[in-house]
């Protein structure tokens, strides 16, 4: 069974920046995709960014130009930097991982809070 453990949400004014961290307790190349979710309430949970194991990237429109995704190999962790944060981008935020062929299986993690002040 993987495990994620998340870490990096918190409180913060609009314009600032948060950097969230999903620890995976497997090699992150034995995934296809690694990505974030946020959900807020009443809305259904959305895709903000995603990284495939041979590097494609994808963003929400929603995102693009503020948020980045990234990954430490040697740390077995998937990054989410958060810049120009706005109210709007409140949130739990959830790790994701997928992985198998040619049924994929996903992995959640537990989720982080994210909320941006105005």
């Known amino acids: 069974q993987v495990q994620l453990v998340e870490s990096g949400g918190g409180l913060v004014q609009a314009g600032g920046s948060l950097r969230l961290a999903c620890a995976a307790s497997?090699?992150?190349?034995?995934?296809?995709?690694l990505g974030w979710y946020r959900q807020a309430p009443g809305e259904q949970r959305e895709l903000v960014a995603s990284i495939t194991v041979s590097n494609g990237i994808a963003y929400a429109d929603s995102v693009k130009g503020r948020f980045t995704i990234s990954r430490d190999s040697a740390k077995n962790t998937v990054y989410l930097q958060m810049d120009s944060l706005k109210p709007e981008d409140t949130a739990v935020y959830y790790c994701?991982?997928?992985?198998?062929?040619?049924?994929?299986?996903?992995?959640w993690g537990q989720g982080t809070q994210v909320t941006v002040s105005s």
């Open positions: 497997e090699s992150v190349f034995s995934f296809n995709v």
């Open positions: 994701n991982v997928k992985r198998g062929w040619p049924f994929e299986t996903a992995y």
